[in-house]
T-cell receptor, first 111, second 116 residues
Framework: SQQGEEDPQALSIQEGENATMNCSYK?????LQWYRQNSGRGLVHLIL?????REKHSGRLRVTLDTSKKSSSLLITASRAADTASYFC???????????FGTGTRLTIIP | ETGVTQTPRHLVMGMTNKKSLKCEQH?????MYWYKQSAKKPLELMFV???????ENNSVPSRFSPECPNSSHLFLHLHTLQPEDSALYLC???????????????FGAGTRLSVL
């Protein structure tokens, strides 16, 4: 599997519900980031969590990181139709500018 | 508006054509990237330029040729492409090297390339 692999691949929920997406990775990381991509557009950075952090919040977003399990989760609370997009996790290794992206989770919010 | 502009937004080319994709960033960043995004595949890093020097070339076929004339501009020159090269090509930029943990990347809207 890829470094930064999201689960599920697709998720549909009703507006107002919470959406949870997971990301697993293989190697040690410096930080892990979540990005959002609207259809046919570029990726937009949402949140960064460092390897020594366990949880981070930004507005309706909550990210957790478990380095022992090499996994992260992104929770979007009180979802809105505008949250419909693909969400990608990306891992950053030490000493390197590269980010390694997964295949993403396609989130659909049903009005 | 992310501060990274890509042109053209859409491009259709034949296998014998030569074309170029352009990326410009207005963020004062010192690293720029080309990615290829194909359906149901992870984002593929193609090239990385840091301080105008190419620091990464991920086994990309020679029919793709990058050029970084200065820290604000990045080009991807295309020639004799194959139909499987059809994809969304994304440009990104970032401020600092990873060692300073400032490697958040800012993406352009991409160029949708179709090779006939």
């Amino acid at each position: 599997s890829q470094q930064g692999e999201e689960d599920p691949q697709a998720l549909s929920i009703q507006e107002g519900e919470n959406a949870t997406m997971n990301c697993s990775y293989k190697t040690s990381i410096n930080n892990l980031q979540w990005y959002r991509q609207n259809s046919g557009r570029g990726l937009v950075h949402l949140i960064l969590i460092r390897s020594n952090e366990r949880e981070k919040h930004s507005g309706r977003l909550r990210v957790t990181l478990d380095t022992s399990k090499k996994s992260s989760s992104l929770l979007i609370t009180a979802s809105r139709a505008a949250d419909t997009a693909s969400y990608f996790c990306a891992t950053a290794n030490f000493g390197n500018e590269k980010l390694t992206f997964g295949t993403g989770t396609r989130l659909t919010i049903i009005p | 508006e992310t501060g990274v502009t890509q042109t053209p937004r859409h491009l259709v080319m034949g296998m014998t054509n030569k074309k170029s994709l352009k990326c410009e960033q207005h963020l004062g960043h010192n690293a720029m990237y080309w990615y290829k995004q194909s359906a149901k595949k992870p984002l593929e890093l193609m090239f990385v330029y840091s301080l105008e020097e190419r620091v990464e070339n991920n086994s990309v076929p020679s029919r793709f040729s990058p050029e970084c004339p200065n820290s604000s501009h990045l080009f991807l020159h295309l020639h004799t492409l194959q139909p499987e090269d059809s994809a969304l090509y994304l440009c990104a930029s970032s401020q600092e090297r990873i060692t300073k943990a400032k490697n958040i990347q800012y993406f352009g809207a991409g160029t949708r390339l179709s090779v006939l």
